[in-house]
């Protein structure tokens, strides 16, 4: 059975209970009898009782421990002069059990007025006063400090674990958007690859033979990117994400219109530039029946444009998965997303650009 909670921070109380000891000094200096002993030793269990069990309790509950060491305290004045030992005690944990410095000023207040009281009503010596009040108050305001200190250091540790969690589940986020943006456009071309190379296999077996292996290449490449994406750096840069997204539309029958100027780009606004562009021009292919696609990208005022509108079917759909993981992502470097669909689809990015990022 363990006297007090594994990991935590009550180690003290292992050693301090040793300066108890000082109970059992009037009983050995007076060669006291049989009773007397027991009676010490009845009192020395119900203190061990009220000091570890206050370890495993909450504060209400800890501070009616206190408040039995206390009252064990008045009960053993005015035979043991030791009993002073068990207010010294009371004043050091109140501090501890306390929810605050305000609860533990209380306590101390209290624990002194119950020592004062024991010695004005029991008519006994200086030295019981000294003890039980003076020194038990010193003491009592040296533990207020460690308590607040301790509780600033528990307080401080419950942020940093949630702080932990917090950028766990931020991590997880992210990797779940990224390889459904990098599943979802890669498993896209496969498809629209592997049907024309379907339809072509009876007319043109040279050609679908050549579709079906860019649909390995494209396979392998998908493997990367999914390591890559897992790791965090996924990106082979913005101009060669604009390539292979013009190639997938025009795979998929698409007319496009590339309008691109060469911008210098930190590293990380360049990745959420080439995942929103993989994302968007997957939407296109899958759900647009477009027929003709823009892909702009330019430098306005210190920040970045990037344009991409096709003349599908539109609509009022709401967000989906990789839209919203789009602009999370966009919204997080202090840019903004903007989706019109009345007319096709046009989704326009702005995003600063920070020098040094």
Known sequence: MRLI??????????????????FFIDPIVSHAGVRVWCFTLLGTAAFLYLYFSMFWVNCRQGMWRIAGMCALGTAYAKFNGGATTLFIFAAACAPFVANDDTDGFKALFAIEAAGALTWWALHLNGWFLLFACGFSFVIGISNIHFAQRNRTHKKLLKAQEEIEHLAKVAERERIARDLHDVLGHTLSVIILKSELAGKLMDRDPQRAGNEMR???????????????AIRGYRSQGLPAELAQAKATLET???????????????????????MAVKEAVT?????????????????????CRLEIADDGRGGLQPEGNGLRGMR?????????????????????ITLPIKEGV
């Open 252 to 274: 998929a029958g698409v007319v496009v219109k590339c309008e691109t100027a060469k911008i210098a780009l930190p590293a990380l606004q360049e990745s959420v530039l080439s």
């Open 328 to 348: 999370e992502r966009v919204e997080m470097l202090g840019g903004t997303l903007n989706r019109e669909s009345r007319a096709g689809t046009k989704i326009t």
């Open 283 to 303: 939407n296109v292919v899958r759900h647009a029946e477009a027929h003709n696609c823009t892909l702009r990208l330019e430098q306005q005022n210190g920040s």
């Open 5 to 22: 909670p594994k990991n935590s921070e009550y180690t003290w109380a292992l050693y301090s209970v040793l300066y108890f000891g000082f």
């Open 214 to 228: 860019e649909v390995e290449q494209i396979s392998r490449q998908a493997l990367a990117e999914v390591r890559d």
